[in-house]
C-alpha cells in the first residue's frame, strides 16, 4: 500500500516526493514554455530544463487536453507519438518516461517503443486501460473522470453524472464524487491516483478544488501513491490574485503543503523550484509508523479527522463509527469557574477527559494574562459531540 515501482523509481510513502516534469508535443497545450514539435529541440529541453533540473519523471502530452479543442482520436495520437518517441532516444540524463494519454492503444505502442509509465487523464475511461498496464506490468496514473474518453477530468455534480454512474448519484459533494470517480474500472497494483485539479469542465468551480485539496488525505484511502498537478492552477492564483505569469510562489506554497498532506508526485512546468518547495513539505511531513514482526505488519495512517478515517474502513471493510475512534483536543474557557459547572460531569459520563485545572469548579485553571478560567478537554469526536449537546457548549463535533 501507498508504494510502486516505476521502472525502478519507488514512488510512496518509503521514498522522496517525485517531480514530474512536463513535455508536450501538442501546439495547443497552453504553457509554451514545455511545447515542442522538433525532436531536437525538444531533447535539449527535457535534458536541461526537466531532467537537468531534476524531475524523476518525464511527462509528454500528445494532445492537449483544454476542454476548448476538439478530441484527437487515437490515430491522431499516434501520428505524433514519433516525435515522443524520438526525444526520449535522444535525450541525456536519466528519468522515467511517462506517455499521458486516454487510450489503451496509445498506451501499448507508446510501451513497445521505449515508454516506461502511463498518465491516463481519462481515468481508465478506456476499459481495455487497466489490463495493458498489468500486461505491460507498468504504473499508472490515473486521473479522476467520467466514463467518457472526450471528458477527462470532468467530475462534476449534473443529471448527466448521475445517469451515468449511481455511484456518482449517492455522492453528497464534489469530493466525494473525484473519490468514486478514481475507482472506476478498479486499480491497478501499480496504479497513481490523481484528483484532477484544474478548470476541467464549465460545472467545476475554484472551490470544488480547494476542497479536494482541503481533503486531500482522504484520497489515501484508495490505498495508492497520489499524484498532485496544480502548478499555476487557478483555485491558487485566485486566492492571491495573480496571474499566470506570477504565480510560481503561490504554486510552490500549495506544493509543500500537498506533500505533508500526503502527495507522492508532484507534476510541473517549474521543475527546479518546485524540488525544492518538495524537499520542504517532504522534511516537515509527519512520520507514519510502519513496523514487521512475526509477519504482522503494522502502520500509523495519516487520519485527522473522521472523513480521513471513514476512508481507510471502507478500504478495509471495517465496520464502526469513525468519529468514535478519532481523538480530538479543545481548550474551553470562561469568565469564571462557574461558568464551566457541569463540563467535568458531563466530560466523564461521554468518555472525554478533563486536562489541567485544580479542585474548585470545574477544575478550571485561571490564565494570569487575561483572567479567564481555563481547561483542557480531550476525547473522540463522537464523545466530544455528547459533551457539547449535554451541556450547550460550542464544542463543535468535526475539521
Not at 537537468?52 to 479543442?69: H, P, W
Not at 500509523?300 to 473522521?306: G, H, I, N, S, Y
Request: net charge negative; proline share 5%; charged share 25%.
Amino acid at each position: 500500500m501507498w508504494n510502486v515501482d516505476a521502472a525502478g523509481l519507488g514512488i510512496g510513502d518509503d521514498y522522496p516526493p517525485r517531480i514530474m516534469g512536463v513535455l508536450n508535443v501538442s501546439e495547443g497545450s497552453p504553457y509554451d514554455p514545455s511545447v515542442f514539435a522538433d525532436p531536437g529541440e525538444a531533447a535539449a529541453y527535457v535534458s536541461d530544463e526537466v531532467i537537468g533540473e531534476g524531475a524523476d519523471i518525464v511527462d509528454v502530452g500528445l494532445e492537449s487536453a483544454n476542454k476548448r479543442f476538439e478530441v484527437l482520436s487515437a490515430e491522431q495520437e499516434l501520428d505524433r507519438l514519433d516525435t515522443a518517441v524520438e526525444t526520449l532516444h535522444s535525450t541525456s540524463g536519466s528519468a522515467v518516461w511517462s506517455v499521458e494519454t486516454r487510450y489503451a492503444e496509445v498506451a501499448a505502442a507508446a510501451l513497445d517503443r521505449g515508454f516506461d509509465m502511463v498518465n491516463d487523464i481519462a481515468g481508465f475511461a478506456d476499459p481495455e486501460m487497466p489490463e495493458v498496464c498489468r500486461e505491460y506490468d507498468v504504473a499508472v496514473a490515473k486521473m479522476a473522470s467520467p466514463p467518457d474518453l472526450t471528458r477527462p477530468g470532468a467530475v462534476e455534480e449534473t443529471p448527466w453524472a448521475e445517469r451515468k454512474s449511481p455511484a456518482w448519484a449517492d455522492a453528497a459533494d464534489h469530493v466525494d464524487q473525484v473519490y468514486e470517480a478514481l475507482k472506476q474500472n478498479g486499480l491497478t497494483d501499480r496504479t497513481i491516483i490523481d484528483p484532477a485539479f484544474g478548470g476541467w469542465s464549465e460545472a467545476k468551480t475554484l472551490e470544488n478544488d480547494r476542497a479536494t485539496f482541503r481533503r486531500l488525505r482522504e484520497f489515501r484511502g484508495l490505498g495508492c501513491p497520489t499524484l498532485v498537478s496544480i502548478n499555476r492552477k487557478n483555485f491558487l492564483r485566485s486566492l492571491a490574485d495573480r496571474s499566470t505569469e506570477e504565480a510560481l510562489p503561490v504554486s510552490l506554497a500549495a506544493t509543500s503543503m500537498a506533500v505533508e498532506r500526503g502527495a507522492h508526485v508532484v507534476r510541473t512546468h517549474d521543475v527546479a523550484e518546485t524540488v525544492d518547495a518538495a524537499t520542504i513539505g517532504d522534511a516537515f511531513t509527519r512520520e507514519r509508523t510502519r513496523t514487521v514482526a512475526d509477519g504482522v505488519s503494522v502502520t500509523e495512517l495519516d487520519v485527522t479527522d473522521a472523513g480521513e478515517l471513514a476512508r481507510h474502513a471502507e478500504r478495509v471493510g471495517a465496520d464502526g463509527d469513525p468519529a468514535s475512534a478519532v481523538g480530538r483536543v479543545l481548550e474551553v474557557s470562561g469568565e469564571g469557574p462557574e461558568t464551566l459547572a457541569g463540563l467535568r460531569s458531563a466530560a466523564e459520563e461521554a468518555g472525554c477527559h478533563l486536562l489541567a485545572g485544580d479542585a474548585s469548579g470545574a477544575g478550571a485553571t485561571r490564565d494570569a494574562g487575561d483572567g479567564r478560567w481555563r481547561l483542557l478537554l480531550f476525547g473522540t469526536e463522537a464523545a466530544l459531540a455528547r459533551v457539547a449537546d449535554r451541556t450547550g457548549l460550542p464544542l463543535g463535533s468535526g475539521p
